[in-house]
T-cell receptor
Framework: GAVVSQHPSRVICKSGTSVKIECRSL??????MFWYRQFPKKSLMLMAT?????????EQGVEKDKFLINHASLTLSTLTVTSAHPEDSSFYICSASDPSGGGDTQYFGPGTRLTVL | GENVEQHPSTLSVQEGDSAVIKCTYSDSASNYFPWYKQELGKGPQLIID?????GEKKDQRIAVTLNKTAKHFSLHITETQPEDSAVYFCAASINNDMRFGAGTRLTVKP
């Protein structure tokens, strides 16, 4: 149980374009989903927390107009990187909270490798 | 906010030996401490977790201990195998706000 999927696993785009990443909880309903960014050989950096049906809460320094988050259902959250630039290239990982696991247990997706040319 | 420190950053052990990774946290209100294993190019996988009302938890070759007074917790892996090689992250959480340590790269030599 507690499986989280992400799509796509890898994406290459041109500078200036937008990219959408999907995060799905496959076997549980996730009231809260999280988006992280990870640089090579570094730890996970929380970008934003999203609750189903409400606006996402962004961490300090994360541009909400650049990283659009939508959590329209209990099993799907999307992250859209708008007007992507090479410095946005990174490994993006989502996680979802399973309420049955105490509410604070986070299960991670497999990640999306974004490369902006 | 919460600050989590993790040591060592790299750890190399011989197959069959034990491995210990230690973390400290700053906020005494933290009440949930998971450990994740991340293999190259993949997302972190939850391997064990402990809550603040418990001092120790074990799952086969993996155990976690928590010292709330000292605000530190540790991961213990016994009888290590080459497939245990990965990056391990500790985390401390308050009300779903989770902060991660910097990670430990564990290498198990056959």
């Amino acid at each position: 149980g507690a499986v989280v999927s992400q799509h796509p696993s890898r994406v290459i785009c041109k500078s200036g374009t937008s990219v959408k990443i999907e995060c799905r909880s496959l076997d549980f309903q996730a009231t809260t989903m999280f988006w992280y960014r990870q640089f090579p050989k570094k730890s996970l950096m929380l970008m934003a927390t999203s609750n189903e049906g409400s606006k996402a809460t962004y961490e300090q320094g994360v541009e909400k107009d650049k990283f659009l988050i939508n959590h329209a259902s209990l099993t799907l959250s999307t992250l859209t990187v708008t007007s992507a630039h090479p410095e946005d290239s990174s490994f993006y990982i989502c996680s979802a909270s399973d309420p049955s696991g105490g509410g604070d247990t986070q299960y991670f997706g497999p990640g999306t490798r974004l490369t902006v040319l | 906010g919460e600050n989590v420190e993790q040591h060592p950053s790299t750890l190399s052990v011989q197959e069959g030996d034990s491995a210990v990774i230690k973390c400290t946290y700053s906020d005494s209100a933290s009440n949930y401490f998971p450990w994740y294993k991340q293999e190259l190019g993949k997302g972190p996988q939850l391997i064990i977790d402990i809550r603040s009302n418990v001092g120790e938890k074990k799952d086969q070759r993996i155990a976690v201990t928590l010292n709330k007074t000292a605000k530190h917790f540790s991961l213990h892996i016994t009888e290590t195998q080459p497939e245990d090689s990965a990056v391990y992250f500790c985390a401390a959480s308050i009300n779903n706000d989770m902060r991660f340590g910097a990670g430990t790269r564990l290498t198990v030599k056959p």
